[in-house]
């Protein structure tokens, strides 16, 4: 069982710079069609200051992060983690070349099935380099007790 007591602990920041091959090798992988997410031409031509990052590329920033060792403090073991669920709000459109800085924090932590199942919700708000805020992301991981 992972205790309550690390809702609200702060994860480590990281940062991490959206590189345009990555964000093409995404699209292509995730089936965009939108030429503005392969082609600086067309993304400037629709107004864009470079490629934008497609839908739900900040989960795969996310996960990329350096130090997971806060899972191992709460308790959580990798062979016994699903994730749960993703979902993403956005405030601001994220380009090519950014570099984005990512800050995270354990929301809540709940349990179902009889205990069986732990939930630890963590909710994550990503700023580019001039500290515009450009998204919030909350993940759940399960831990299969």
Same mark, same amino acid.
């Given at each position: 069982?992972?205790?309550k007591? #690390?809702? !609200?602990?702060a994860l480590p920041a990281f940062q991490?710079?959206?590189?345009a091959g990555q964000l093409r090798f995404f699209a292509k992988a995730t089936g965009e069609s939108n030429p503005v997410y392969f082609d600086e031409a067309a993304a400037l031509a629709a107004? #864009?200051? !470079?490629i934008p990052l497609p839908p739900t590329f900040l989960f795969s920033l996310e996960i990329q992060q350096p130090a997971r060792s806060w899972r191992a403090e709460i308790g959580i073991q990798p062979a016994r983690v699903l994730h749960g669920e993703q979902s993403f709000?956005?405030?601001?459109?994220?380009y090519a070349g950014d570099v984005l800085r990512f800050e995270s924090?354990?929301?809540d932590i709940y349990a179902r099935k009889n205990g069986a199942l732990d939930?630890?919700?963590r909710e994550t708000r990503v700023t580019n380099q001039?500290?515009?805020h450009v998204a919030d992301l909350r993940g759940v991981l399960v831990h299969r007790n």
């Open positions: 069982m992972i205790d007591k #690390h809702i !609200g602990m991490a710079t959206a590189e107004g #864009h200051p !470079g709000t956005y405030h601001r459109m994220a924090r354990i929301a939930f630890v919700v001039r500290g515009e």
